[in-house]
């Protein structure tokens, strides 16, 4: 899970697993599985720094240096 917030400032908890696609247009725009769109004030970069965190902590994706 990862905290987001909305466009209108609303803080909100995603599953991370549920990303189909983040994109930066220029605001960001986090797409799900579902089909559902959400608009977050976080950067792109952000977003997916958030998401591979969250997948690190279920040892999905190993731990390096970055």
């Known amino acids: 899970m990862?905290?987001?917030?909305?466009i209108s400032g609303e803080a909100f908890v995603?599953?991370?697993?549920l990303i189909m696609f983040v994109e930066?247009?220029?605001?960001?725009f986090v797409t799900l599985t579902s089909g559902e769109?959400?608009?977050?004030a976080e950067s792109l970069d952000e977003v997916v720094r958030r998401a591979v965190e969250y997948q690190q902590t279920k040892n999905l994706i190993?731990?390096?240096k970055t």
């Open 24 to 28: 930066s247009r220029p605001d960001t």
């Open 62 to 64: 190993p731990r390096g």
């Open 2 to 6: 990862i905290k987001l917030t909305r």
């Open 37 to 40: 769109r959400v608009i977050v």
């Open 14 to 17: 995603l599953n991370a697993d």
